[in-house]
Every structure is written in C-alpha cells, then in structure tokens.
C-alpha cells in the first residue's frame, strides 16, 4: 500500500471592478499550457492568510487586501521525479486587489493576466479552481459598494 505526503497550500483570488464587472488574475504555468490561480506552500512560521498574500504578490506581481475566505479544494498527484504520492490541499482566500502590475509575475509563471469573471471561467484549467472562482464571484456580488 502506497501512503501519501499530506501538502498544504494557499492561494487567492485577487479581483478588482471596471465597470460595475468582476475582474481577476489567472497565472499561466507549464510552458503557458495551464491556467490557474495563484498559490504555493506556506512557509515556517507563516499563517495561511499572510502566505497567501504573499504567494499572489511573488507569481502574479499584485498587493491585494484579504476580503473573505473561499474554502479548501483538495487533490492527489504524483510527483514525476521524486514519485512522492501528495494528498494537497489548498486553501483559498479573495483579495482586494491594492496594487502591482502582473508584468511583475515571478519567474516560475510563464504569464500572468486580468480577465473578465466569466471569461476566467472559461480559461482556468482545473474543474476545482473554477469552483473556487464560483464561490469568489458569489462573494463578490454579496459585497457592498464600497467593499467591492
């Protein structure tokens, strides 16, 4: 019987608003052939939310402001050099977005991009990040003005 490694990560949705619709940053890896969200492994000493921030700081180049927790998705995979069984589990935040440029993504991102809600939706590459950016966008339209 093969055990698995427990791995746990963050990430966010960061988001802004132009014209009254949900904008957020998707990051482009593997060559620019995956579309996803930001997220990395916490690091010693850190908390899920400050490791989360900091995570979409270093891959897609933005500040943002915590706005809500997202929940938890989870996955397995097999690392293709070490053959290391993982059992992941990322958590999720939303974020304000307060400043940045994604033309200042980190090196391991091939690209980091703003789209339109709906079209993210669409572009994101994994079933379970599109769940989480449902869940960001009915948290979004629960915001009052002046949150959002």
């Known amino acids: ?3 698995a490694t427990v791995q746990r990560s963050v990430g966010g ?3 802004r608003e132009r014209e009254g619709e949900m904008w957020v940053v ?5 060559g620019g052939k995956t579309w996803g969200l930001p997220k990395g492994l916490i ?11 900091r995570e979409v700081r270093e ?7 915590p706005v809500a927790d997202l ?9 293709s050099k070490s053959k ?15 400043g940045g440029d ?10 980091a991009r703003w789209f339109p809600v709906g079209d993210a939706l669409e572009t994101v590459s994994y079933e379970n990040e599109r769940e989480v950016l449902s869940s960001a966008q009915e948290r979004w339209r629960g915001l009052s003005p002046r949150d959002a």
């Not at 998707?26 to 593997?30: D, K, P, Y």
Request: aromatic letters at 16%; charged letters at 25%; glycine letters at 8%.
């Open 102 to 111: 994604v033309a200042d993504h980190g090196w391991e991102v091939d690209e």
């Open 13 to 15: 949705v960061i988001y």
């Open 43 to 53: 690091e010693k000493g850190e908390k899920p939310l400050e490791a989360a921030v």
């Open 84 to 98: 290391v069984l993982y059992h992941k589990f990322v958590q999720y935040y939303l974020l304000n977005y307060v």
């Open 71 to 79: 929940g938890h998705i989870e996955y397995w995979y097999r690392d």
């Open 1 to 3: 019987m093969t055990r």
């Open 26 to 30: 998707l990051i482009a890896t593997r």
């Open 59 to 65: 891959e897609a180049g933005l500040q943002g402001d």
